[in-house]
């Protein structure tokens, strides 16, 4: 249990950072975009780059207006203002969460970054993707430790049976002579 935990948050977190350099990336492209207004071409930009990152993004202005997303089509997207991983990008630092997505309908892992010109902020970058794959991951990692330690054990038994039988056989060819003197 404890290394699958040790390996699960290290997965995570390489995961979180992962999807930080990635929507970094992404955002410089977008930024431009985002100072001229240019929100139809910031969706277009979205949806096409989804087809080579294997990633969600979506652009978030600084009132929570969803301006482009890769996945899913923005006039269906609320106010994204108060997700946790938003909010915290709206203060000017990295924010990250794992829950539902109401609009994919499963456990996403988001990271949103902030977009700043000089000093303005001009909106949220976010990237995600679904954590089955994280758990999938886990999950095989954890098959692979439990077969480990399952032939550890049978090797342990097998080299325990024949270290006892190489003590025991003397030992009984001792005992035998001692009886056949008594």
Wanted: aromatic share 8%; with cysteine.
């Amino acid at each position: 249990y404890h290394s699958s935990k040790i390996f699960n948050d290290f997965f995570l977190t390489l995961t979180t950072q992962i999807l930080k350099d990635k929507a970094c990336l992404m955002g410089e492209e977008v930024k431009p975009l985002l100072i001229s207004k240019s929100f139809d071409s910031i969706d277009d930009f979205c949806k096409n780059s989804a087809k080579k990152i294997s990633s969600r993004f979506t652009i978030i202005l600084p009132d929570g207006t969803v301006v482009g997303d890769s996945a899913a089509e923005i006039k269906i997207l609320d106010n994204h203002a108060l997700r946790p991983e938003i909010a915290k990008a709206m203060k000017g630092s990295t924010g990250s969460s794992i829950r539902w997505s109401d609009s994919l309908k499963k456990q996403i892992m988001y990271v949103a970054v902030p977009l700043f010109d000089k000093e303005a902020l001009l909106g949220v970058i976010r990237a995600s993707i679904p954590i089955t794959s994280i758990r999938q991951t886990v999950f095989d990692f954890n098959i692979r430790v439990a077969a480990s330690g399952f032939f550890i054990l049978i090797l342990g038994i097998v080299a325990s049976a024949y270290i006892s039988r190489k003590i025991s056989l003397p030992l009984a060819k001792i005992k035998d002579g001692a009886e056949k003197l008594a």
